[in-house]
């Protein structure tokens, strides 16, 4: 399916840190997964107070998903990234710490990176949303 997803970013718009401005799928099946949180199996939550514990949490349970329907982060076409803070350099951080994790690929696809004042669940750092497009 990855040679059915085209990446582009025109040339007339500003450079990105690694995603893409706009993601083409050919028609096809989508899964659309549920935000990804940083709970364990048990659904407590990991990391209180540790943004990178969390985002590594929520970067495994988000593979854990696109491997149950068969796909990988390479077959990701829209990713939002939801994070508590509005300080420009934890979000930046966030950014490289999940496009360094088991799900990078995800991330050089149509994303959005967002800075929130909070999320689902109490303590809760990180939420990631994300859109595949299935393999064949």
């Not at 718009?13 to 364990?40: K, M, S």
């Not at 949490?57 to 990234?81: C, K």
């Amino acid at each position: 399916m990855t040679g059915q997803i085209t990446r582009v970013n025109p040339s007339q718009l500003h450079a990105t840190p690694g995603y893409h401005h706009i993601t083409v799928v050919e028609a096809g099946r989508t899964a659309h997964l549920a935000g990804q949180c940083p709970l364990d199996a048990a659904g407590e939550l990991v990391g209180p107070g540790d943004l990178d514990a969390q985002i590594d949490q929520v970067a495994a349970n988000a593979l854990t998903a696109l491997t149950t329907v068969g796909a990988g982060p390479e077959h990701v076409v829209r990713s939002v990234i939801y994070v508590v803070s509005d300080d420009g350099p934890v979000l930046g951080a966030a950014w490289r710490r999940l496009t360094s994790s088991v799900i990078g690929p995800a991330f050089t696809t149509a994303s959005t990176l967002l800075g929130v004042t909070q999320l689902g669940f109490s303590g809760q750092l990180v939420e990631v949303d994300l859109t595949a497009a299935l393999p064949r």
